[in-house]
């Protein structure tokens, strides 16, 4: 059985850094490309950042480049998610995804391609 577990949201001050982490079992990590999303309530699920599978490959949603760093460790089966920072705007609940097959822009920014998700971990900035 596959498990995404997530760590690392909490309360934070608007300008603030949080360092999220996610852990994968059940399924070989690096054969799967990660991506962070998030979503706020009445809101769709939206792209964050994603990774592909050595690590070599990010590509981030425009708001968050230069200010979000998405990183991952084959080696301890975990993906992260360095945000600085932080936007009111941004509060969300974060979530982590594996997906496996082909990495591209169009496919890795839309949720419905991925194949595994995590619980979630609320991140709230504060103004």
């Known amino acids: 059985q596959v498990q995404l577990v997530e760590s690392g949201g909490g309360l934070v001050q608007a300008g603030g850094s949080l360092r999220l982490s996610c852990a994968l079992s059940g399924r070989t990590f690096s054969s799967c490309a990660m991506g962070w999303f998030r979503q706020a309530p009445g809101k769709e699920r939206e792209f964050v950042a994603s990774?592909?599978?050595?690590?070599?490959?990010?590509y981030y949603a425009d708001s968050m480049m230069g200010r979000f760093t998405i990183s991952r460790d084959n080696a301890k089966n975990t993906v992260y998610l360095q945000m600085n920072g932080l936007k009111p705007e941004e509060t969300a609940v974060y979530y982590c995804?594996?997906?496996?097959?082909?990495?591209?822009?169009?496919?890795?920014?839309?949720?419905?391609?991925?194949?595994?998700w995590g619980q979630g971990t609320q991140i709230t900035v504060s103004a």
């Open positions: 990774i592909n599978w050595s690590g070599y490959s990010t």
């Open positions: 995804g594996a997906r496996i097959g082909l990495w591209s822009a169009a496919q890795i920014t839309d949720h419905h391609t991925y194949n595994y």
